[in-house]
């Protein structure tokens, strides 16, 4: 079969990992500071901070935002970490709609749900295209709010010219295995100002007030430190990190593979009747995360069915949250993204995806009626 992702890995990434299995120290250490500091400067933020998911970036980025006990205004087009981690900080998610070609959370619906308990609002840049941060970032600047960016498809994507991890109160990514910059697990949190980044250094190993490495540095090893919160054990390890060395040099190039094949799939499928192909708009430059075709014939399953007949992965990205059980007391009617999702179907889409099945998947594609 061939999968809807897959890593990118070479013996690069394997003689990385086995220099810091011979250091002799795996865990938060030098190697997670050097990613720490290459992806904010990749970025172009102050900090960047590394933890063990974008799960856990977006569980401490709406903590140290602030918004329990009031609301937060987000997308239902988005795996369940991004709303998950809003039920962890006790705040209540307000589901807005999307818009129906980026498939990306309107700034028209957020505008109306702005309410005195507002507290954030949280967006999704859905396949690796930006949303539209001037509407999403006027809203909160008029209204008081924060904005949370989950950037979990969008590593390397740009705004305007700007990188994506620029723009928000704080930017969470993801380092998952299918992700464009892949570590097997691992996420990262951007943000501004010294205090976050105090803040969450603090939060992410379990309100600790000096890391393991900060005291092993120097002649002799220093064991006395504060705990003073209540904190997590969510921060980075040097073998994962050591993984996101590689992965970050290599990112613009695989990025570009990743647009080349989309492009490939646009051109091929811009006659294809029944097919609507993704957008990309002028302010974006996507990351290209995944490849997501609407299917306009309402034989959504069928094609799925039909490919893995033929030795093709498809999948579906994804089902609305508020349809989840666990939202249904959040369930609020968003016309949109009821009637889209049901169309969605996701291609294969990965740096080292071959032309010859790059072609393959086009034929079999354009023969399904």
């Known amino acids: 079969m061939i999968p809807v992702f897959r890593p990118s890995m070479t013996d690069e990434e394997v003689k990385a990992v086995e220099q810091v299995l011979k250091s002799g ?17 990749y970025v172009g933020v102050e900090y960047a901070i590394g933890v063990n998911s974008c799960t856990a970036a977006l569980h401490l980025a709406l903590e140290i935002m602030g918004v329990g006990g009031g609301e937060v205004i987000t997308t239902p ?12 900080n006790y705040a209540t998610p307000v589901f807005a709609d999307i818009e129906e070609d980026t498939l990306n959370i309107s700034v028209d619906d957020v505008e109306k749900l702005v309410t005195s308990r ?50 928000g109160d ?57 705990v003073e919160e209540v904190g997590f054990k969510y921060h980075m390890n040097d073998i994962a990190a050591a993984i996101g060395l ?20 646009n051109d091929a499928f811009a006659r294809v009747k029944w097919i609507e192909t993704p957008v990309e708009k002028e302010y974006a430059k996507s990351a290209h995360h995944n490849y997501v075709i609407k299917v306009l014939s309402g034989k959504r399953d069928e094609l799925i069915t039909y490919l893995a007949e033929q030795g093709i992965s498809a999948s579906v990205h994804y089902v609305p949250n508020h349809l989840y059980n666990i939202y249904k007391p959040y369930y609020r009617e968003l016309p949109v993204a009821e009637h889209v999702w049901k169309k969605l179907v996701t291609l294969p889409l990965f740096p080292d995806l071959k032309d010859s099945d790059v072609d393959y998947i086009i034929e079999k594609v354009k023969k399904f009626e």
Request: positive net charge.
């Open 25 to 41: 120290w795996l865990g938060l250490g030098p190697q997670t500071k050097e990613f720490e500091d290459q992806f904010a400067r």
């Open 77 to 88: 087009m988005t795996f369940v970490s991004t709303n998950h981690a809003i039920l962890y």
């Open 118 to 167: 507002t507290r954030a609002i949280v967006v999704v840049h859905y396949g690796g295209h930006p949303c539209d941060m001037d509407g999403i970032l006027n809203i909160a600047r008029d209204k008081g709010l924060k904005v949370i960016e989950d950037a979990a498809h969008a590593c390397g994507a740009e705004y305007k010219g700007k990188k994506i991890g620029a723009l």
């Open 170 to 226: 704080a930017t969470c990514f993801s380092f998952h295995a299918v992700k464009n910059l892949a570590m097997g697990d691992g996420g990262m949190i951007t943000v501004h100002t010294s205090e976050l980044n105090e803040r969450l250094r603090k939060l992410y190993w379990l309100g600790i007030s000096r890391g393991t490495w900060d005291r092993a540095k120097g002649k002799a090893y220093k064991w006395e430190y504060d």
């Open 246 to 265: 590689v992965q970050l040099s290599k990112l613009e190039k695989m990025n570009a593979r990743r647009k080349a094949i989309v492009n490939a799939y």
